[in-house]
């Protein structure tokens, strides 16, 4: 259930900054609005987004947006929020986020691939009362975090024609060597490495170890800077073994330098993107 709407309204000097960064037609040809929904009974912040141009009022394919990061570092704020969604919803989609539970003024606690995950699942609902949305059509995306969060969502919800993942962490690896950046993602939200838990919530979370049961009508968009820092190159090379031992349909993208968000790369993303959904979700 949406409990309150709000549309996105920027000042004429950052909507020109918008325009610079991500098109014309990503600010002119979209609305985006902040919402408040219920997930599991808890008041959890999002997004929802749709262009202006619809032909003949035709409904449209609806797209999950997941977010990266852990509470409120990674939550998306106005400007970019109107920015990033607005591009998806030019392309001719609804597009619906989530802040998830504990962030961005909504309750409940972030618990990152926890129960955190229904706040995803309980998007799906929204489209009930949104006219424009075609409820028969899901894509989903996500980036870095989000990604973990778009493979734990596939493995419980098997309806979605296609997915993306952009810099996705795909294997929680407990020790956290290679990049200190993880180290800090699993002691804030899993607690110190004493924890009981805490080896199994890494490996639970961790999609190189329940490929086998991800669907295998759902085709995989995985793109990667090699040089990514952040999150390494090696979750998606792992898990594409995982998916070819498990006939699940995928396509990696490994692209030359970059960083964990893809910016010199970004209008070839934002390309290839655009042409996986245009493929899949019509």
Known sequence: MILDRKEIILSSAQLKMLKSAWGDESIDNSKVEKITYLSDGLKVKGFIAQPLDRPD??????????????????????FTGRGLFGQIASWGYAVFASQYR??????????????????????????????FADKTLWAMEGWSRGGMMTYLTLLRNSSFKAAIVSGGIANLRCNADESRFMRMLYEASFGKYNSEDFEKLCFDRSAVNFASKLPKNVPILMLHAALDERVSPKDSLELSYKF???????????????????????????????????????
């Open 102 to 131: 504990g962030n961005a003024g909504g309750e409940g606690k972030d618990e990152f691939g926890g129960s955190d995950v229904n706040d995803i699942l309980n998007l799906i609902p929204l489209a009930d009362e949104v006219p």
């Open 57 to 78: 009022n035709k409904k449209l394919p609806c797209v999950i947006w997941n977010r990266g990061g852990f509470q409120n570092q990674g939550a998306i704020d106005d």
């Open 244 to 282: 070819l031992e498990n006939n699940i349909p995928f396509r990696l993208v490994l692209l030359e330098g970059g960083d964990h968000y893809l910016r010199v790369h970004k209008k070839e993303v934002d390309r290839m993107r655009k042409q996986w959904l245009q493929k899949f979700l019509h």
